[in-house]
């Protein structure tokens, strides 16, 4: 669990403290790709808290979410439709089901230490 904190710890000053600009014309693709990110994250820790995570649904999930987030993001630019507010309706009920899940668990694992 350190190493995930410290990665988050970097990530984010990284993040502030590099100057990186991007095309506009990407800020969708940028958009879905970080939703699809932190849904898979999401997945992960849900299925770690219940002992279910392998190496191989982590990189199942995280490949299937990017690949979900970028087809409709290009699919709804080619019809010109915001057909990625499915994905983004999709990640989100995604998350706080998984969020909902990990308080559970959570919650379970605080009541058998008592």
Same mark, same amino acid.
């Given at each position: 669990?350190?190493?995930?904190?410290?990665?988050?710890?970097?990530?984010?000053?990284?993040?502030?403290?590099?100057?990186?600009?991007?095309?506009?014309?990407?800020?969708?693709?940028?958009?879905? @790709? &970080?939703? %699809?990110?932190? $849904?898979? +994250?999401? /997945?992960?820790?849900?299925?770690?808290?219940?002992?279910? =995570?392998?190496?191989?649904?982590?990189?199942?999930?995280?490949?299937?979410?990017?690949?979900?987030?970028?087809?409709?993001?290009?699919?709804?630019?080619?019809?010109?439709?915001?057909?990625?507010?499915? @994905? &983004?309706? %999709?990640?989100? $009920?995604? +998350?706080? /089901?998984?969020?909902?899940?990990?308080?559970?668990?959570? =919650?379970?694992?605080?009541?058998?230490?008592?």
């Amino acid at each position: 669990m350190i190493y995930v904190v410290a990665g988050l710890a970097i990530g984010v000053v990284a993040g502030l403290n590099l100057n990186l600009a991007y095309n506009p014309e990407y800020a969708v693709y940028i958009s879905l @790709a &970080v939703l %699809a990110l932190l $849904n898979s +994250i999401f /997945n992960m820790v849900s299925d770690n808290l219940k002992s279910e =995570l392998t190496s191989v649904k982590s990189v199942s999930y995280l490949v299937s979410d990017l690949a979900f987030a970028m087809v409709l993001g290009y699919v709804g630019e080619k019809l010109g439709l915001p057909v990625y507010l499915a @994905a &983004v309706f %999709a990640f989100g $009920n995604n +998350i706080y /089901n998984k969020l909902g899940i990990m308080i559970n668990v959570l =919650l379970e694992k605080y009541n058998k230490n008592k």
